[in-house]
């Protein structure tokens, strides 16, 4: 079964992640590299933590990238189960 409409992965570094490390979204963006504008727009779930900040993140001691990864996909795979989808017909099981 899966889960309830998980938290984008954002949410999770901008409630958790970075108040434990005690520093600024400033900062954070900095060290990992990042124009502050486009860190904040992953923290407030307007874009994909993407393999690149993934790992940046686990270089920096942040969890493993796998692990942001599939917070990430498991966002958007509840994020379009739950949009309307077309209607689609089976494929026929060829044996």
């Not at 079964?1 to 400033?26: A, C, F, K, Q, S």
């Not at 993934?54 to 001691?61: T, Y």
């Not at 917070?71 to 379009?80: E, F, G, H, I, N």
Request: net charge negative.
């Amino acid at each position: 079964m899966g889960m309830h409409n998980p938290p984008h992965p954002g949410e999770i570094l901008l409630e958790d992640v970075v108040p434990g490390l005690g520093i600024t979204i400033t900062e954070m963006a900095r060290r990992l590299g990042y124009a502050r504008e486009t860190f904040s727009r992953i923290l407030h779930g307007h874009a994909p933590i993407s393999p690149d900040l993934a790992v940046r993140l686990e270089r920096a001691g942040i969890s493993k990238a796998q692990t942001w990864l599939a917070m990430q996909c498991s966002y958007d795979l509840w994020q379009a189960e739950h949009r309307e989808q077309p209607q689609i017909e089976r494929f026929a099981r060829i044996d």
